[in-house]
């Protein structure tokens, strides 16, 4: 089983839900695909094992080869290749005339598929990397986006790739709408949105709510400072007939415990029975 905890804004308390609820079960794996800032394992606090670089290929031309036909351009979503126009072309008129823009590269291969005169081979690119360890029962995988670089989904792609079926998954996802997010939640059995009950959170939240149903990942959402702010948001979800699987306070313990790097269910053990619940509905499909 697979499910991915994901928010519409950041700060709301995605990672703090994903970890204690990683904490509160057992046969369970956590994969913290926030990879441009990776935290879950402040509070995890796994043994690293092992570490592996991922790379992304990236297109190279030949220009002895290179006749300037311009079919990579058109084939390029990402914009990352440019073909000078033939007055621009250099004395030569070969492949000098063609840039690549490693930082828009996806890494899809389209260039080098269609190029007429295959004249485009792919180099590696180191993005980041994947850490794999383990505390005590718990299997622990993060990514690390290398600083300056912009492609995170490959980087994700290769964190999911340890998913491991005889498991309970539990994917950590970045925060918002965005094509990181979809790659991290695609293919989850069940998403949980965190929200908090302020305008901004409400406004995030239904953003989330509409990517969800249009993936038709079936979800329910977890109230963090559930005291605090108004109850639009309550009334959202009742609306919407959203399930609310968990209501987790405004405690000054709770933030205290955060601010050290010590899970909530390891300083108020109360709550691993409130998170072990939540689990059994969404394993079950007792969302309503």
Partial sequence: MIISIASGKGGTGKTTVATNLALSISNVQLLDCDVEEPNAHIFIKPRIKEKRPVFIPVPQVDKEKCNGCGRCKEVCAYNAIAVLSAKGRSASGRGSDVLVFADL??????????????????????????????????????????????????????????????????????????????????????????????????????????????LKIPFGVAVNRSDLGDNKT?????????????????????????????????????????????????ESGRFR
Wanted: charged letters at 25%; aromatic letters at 8%.
């Fill in 105 to 214: 590269c996806h890494g899809c291969g389209s260039c080098a598929y269609f190029c007429p005169q295959k004249a485009i081979n792919e180099v590696d690119k180191e993005i980041g990397f994947v850490e794999t360890g383990s505390k005590d029962d718990l299997e622990f995988i993060h990514g690390k986006l290398n600083i300056g670089q912009a492609m995170s989904p490959p980087l994700i792609r290769a964190v999911k790739k340890y998913i491991n079926p005889a498991r309970i998954n539990i994917i950590d996802a970045p925060p918002g709408t965005s094509c990181p997010v979809i790659e991290s939640i695609k293919g989850s059995n069940f998403c949980l949105l965190v929200t908090e009950p302020t305008p901004f959170g409400l406004n995030d939240l239904i953003l989330a709510v509409e990517t969800l149903r249009k």
């Fill in 234 to 282: 309550e009334e959202y979800c009742s609306k919407e007939n959203i399930p609310i699987l968990m209501r987790i306070p405004f405690k000054k313990e709770i933030a205290s415990s955060y601010s050290q790097g010590i899970p909530m269910v390891e300083a108020l053990p109360e709550y691993r029975k409130d998170f072990q619940e939540m689990f059994n509905r969404i």
